[in-house]
């Protein structure tokens, strides 16, 4: 078995939970070194996760002999290059979602994978938990018959950190950074589900705008879409509502019935049809990217086939620009 030894490129708070500890979980898989641009942070998480090498220069990190693949856990705007340094490296990579802050950079990534024969996969997560696995076999088992449309509904107030000056303002909020605020954060998880479920979108449009003025990025949006097979769909996102408005949910519609299920909140998925009004609770891991890491990490030894990857992930930016209206 082919042993694969991580280095990691950014520590911040996804590496921590949701991420870092699943590499170590896996058999035939470890951390092996750590680079982030603050020392002080890098030598912090590498002593705290007990990982011998720590590095402040990516090139290094990916120069490590003993690295054999890499994470990357920075901000979209840097996926790119730093994806293309591994892979022209020989290295596979594992990136966070969404796969790069504009379309134009995940098709950067994809020739260059192509070019070198080197694997990139992309932190869409979900598609591997039980909970939407459930959903899924709901909507193939034709439980609630022909899926007739698609509907996504979110909103949630402003965060505290959203009344910073624009100086201070999280990286999520700064869309040379993020792609386009918390839309671009949020929404890739809701169009990579409903694309894995549904097939790719081929049409997008929306209108998209600032209503709260606590920042530059987009903060209210309505688009339309349309799936490979015809499907129609729509979604709505606000990011400054009142509490009240308060809602994260998805709504597949059939003609025998609907099943509705949250994104971010895992709450009980409900089943409507002919047998009745149902929710089931379905649990996730502790590590929420187990399950894809250990996907990854089969892959690369061999024994399994990940799906998810750049190519696959790409979709989702084509449909964020599209809504975005940058192209």
Known sequence: MKYIRWGFIGCGEVTELKSGPAFAEVEGSSIVAVMSRSERRARSYAERHHIRKWYTDAQQLIDDPDVNAIYVATPPSSHAIYSIMAMKAGKPVYVEKPLAACYEDCARINRISEQTGVPCFVAYYRRYLPYFQRVKDIINNGVIGKIINVQVRFACPPRDIDYAKSGQLPWRLQPEISGGGYFYDLAPHQLDLLQDFFGVIVDAKGIC?????????????????????????????????????????????????????SVFDYKPIRLVNGDGDNCISV????????????????????????TCTSVSATPVNWVLDRILGKF
Not at 293 to 300: N, Y
């Open 209 to 261: 705008a600032n209503r709260g003025g606590l920042y530059s990025a987009e903060d209210t949006l309505s688009a339309c879409f349309k799936f490979e097979n015809g499907l129609p769909g729509s979604g709505s996102w606000c990011f400054v509502g009142h509490e009240a408005a308060r809602e994260d949910c998805i709504e597949v519609i059939g003609d025998k019935g609907i099943v509705s299920f």
């Open 283 to 306: 649990p996730n891991p502790p590590y929420v990217q187990l399950p894809i890491i250990r996907s990854v990490i089969q892959h690369l030894q061999g024994l399994d086939v990940c």
